[in-house]
């Protein structure tokens, strides 16, 4: 039971250069999500989706992409790269339902660099 | 503006004391909060929650306290370990926006043994 995949691990990336991260997740979640991490930010939320072909906006959605096409993948894709991009992004995943946690499970994350 | 603070980016304590981590939120509609725990190179993992209807809840070395009027909540760690030592978040959601989490700055523990 692999969880919660990304990739990849690392990347850098020229300004202007577009590319895309991957997340997959095994555990049949219906609700899927991007956040970046910045220093003193936390977490901020970029787009989710709560099924299969749909998605929507969350704080900060500019200059990203995304898709649902199947209920298992949720690429990210940055359009045309800005140094403002460089961050380290997480993908989650969760039951729609409410429970104790959510089942909020986490990727290990991407970092990215765009130089 | 950020709906949810952690006004303190570190905290070290000795092993074996009590660690205590502070959050406040502005924002009155969440009714659900969270804590996550995160190592270096790994991904925030769940820690503890609680519900808006409850004032505490706890869950063995950890307890989560939640002062609905000043809208605060605070997590301790009791005793604290040297494998406690990580990054922490806390989140918030409200009812109407199920499953999307507002979450804090983090605070950096560390402690020492």
């Known amino acids: 039971n692999a969880g919660v995949t990304q990739t990849p691990k690392f990347q850098v990336l020229k300004t202007g250069q577009s590319m895309t991260l991957q997340c997959a997740q095994d555990?049949?979640?219906?609700?899927m999500s991007w956040y970046r991490q910045d220093p003193g930010m936390g977490l901020r939320l970029i787009h989710y989706s709560v099924g299969a072909g749909i998605t929507d906006q969350g704080e900060v959605p500019n200059g990203y992409n995304v898709s649902r096409s199947t209920t298992e993948d949720f690429p990210l894709r940055l359009l045309s790269a800005a140094p403002s991009q460089t961050s380290v992004y997480f993908c989650a995943s969760s039951y729609l339902n409410r429970g104790s946690n959510y089942g909020y499970t986490f990727g290990s994350g991407t970092r990215l660099t765009v130089v | 503006d950020q709906q949810v603070k952690q006004n303190s980016p570190s905290l070290s304590v000795q092993e074996g004391r009590i660690s205590i981590l502070n959050c406040d939120y502005t924002n009155s509609m969440f009714d659900y909060f969270l804590w996550y725990k995160k190592y270096p190179a790994e991904g925030p993992t769940f820690l503890i929650s609680i519900s808006s209807i409850k004032d505490k809840n706890e869950d063995g070395r950890f307890t989560v306290f939640l002062n609905k009027s000043a809208k605060h909540l605070s997590l301790h760690i009791v005793p604290s370990q040297p494998g406690d030592s990580a990054v922490y978040f806390c989140?918030?959601?409200?009812?109407?926006?199920?499953?999307?989490?507002?979450f804090g700055g983090g605070t950096r523990v560390l402690v020492k043994p």
């Open positions: 989140a918030a959601s409200d009812t109407g926006a199920v499953n999307k989490l507002t």
């Open positions: 555990m049949n979640h219906e609700y």
